[in-house]
């Protein structure tokens, strides 16, 4: 696949996703949420991924933002479909894939970029991060999800501070806050990213998806979270992993999951 704003590589069954417009601090325009489109959906019939980490070019920055230079024209009809393609293609995918995805936040991850960051299923940054939802200083409001996944990570009453003020705050208050779910040094922003998605992929993928969808289901209106959880519980036992995580456990052995 050939691309433009995106380095791609895949080493021990982990794709890395390097968000690659450093001049533009990693700013998303239409390109690079297409690419992340083409490459995250791709990574899920891939058997060489077991995991994902998202991160950005440079020192600078995770994600600086939408690049707003595409839509500062915009009509109405125009930004609701701009919001609308953007969650349902990449958002929305990131945060439902059955595969993990961490992101490695690395610098500012503003606007889209922490809305990007929310999507996925954890978050590392480094102690030099700052984040911040800073749309309404545009007049505008976050449209990739912001209100709702800020909201659910660190309360209503957090989530309007940051969105109606927006300030940006750094690391460490994320960490205090929930936003993000470990904070290292710089050189260690990897490799603690690495180190997470590694223990994950050594459980069962079938039990690993299950669980995803699970969590998720407490976040969908209209849906169950209980019994999204008992059924998803159930399924597992008619899958080849339980028999081998069972048999593995009786047999004081490790686990040999295929996913399936």
Request: proline fraction near 3%; charge should be negative.
């Amino acid at each position: 696949m050939d691309l433009t704003n995106l380095l791609v590589e895949i080493r021990d069954r982990i794709l890395y996703i390097t968000i690659n417009r450093e001049s533009k601090l990693n700013a998303l325009n239409k390109l690079t949420l297409a690419e992340l489109h083409d490459v995250i959906t791709q990574s899920f019939h891939d058997d060489a991924v077991g995991g994902i980490i998202i991160t950005g070019a440079g020192p600078k920055a995770f994600v600086a933002g939408a690049d707003i230079s595409e839509f500062s024209d915009f009509n109405s009809d125009e930004a609701r479909e701009l919001a609308r393609e953007g969650q349902t293609k990449v958002f929305d995918v990131i945060q439902n894939s059955e595969k993990p995805i961490i992101a490695a936040i690395n610098g500012f991850a503003l606007g889209g970029g922490l809305e990007l960051a929310m999507a996925c299923h954890i978050r590392v940054a480094s102690s030099t991060a700052k984040m911040g939802l800073p749309e309404v200083s545009l007049g505008l409001i976050p449209g990739y999800g912001g209100t709702q996944r800020l909201s659910q990570l660190i309360g209503r009453g957090r989530a309007l501070e940051m969105i109606l003020t927006a300030d940006m705050i750094k690391a460490d208050e994320a960490y205090r806050t929930g936003l993000v779910n470990h904070v290292v040094e710089e050189d260690k922003l990897i490799p603690k990213a690495e180190e997470i998605l590694k223990k994950i992929m050594s459980r069962s993928p079938f039990a690993i998806g299950s669980a995803i969808r699970a969590v998720n289901a407490a976040f969908i209106e209209g849906e169950n979270g209980f019994e999204a959880e008992i059924t998803e519980f159930s399924n597992c036992f008619g899958s080849d992993d339980f028999k081998e995580g069972v048999s593995a456990f009786l047999e004081k052995r490790p686990a040999e999951f295929k996913g399936k």
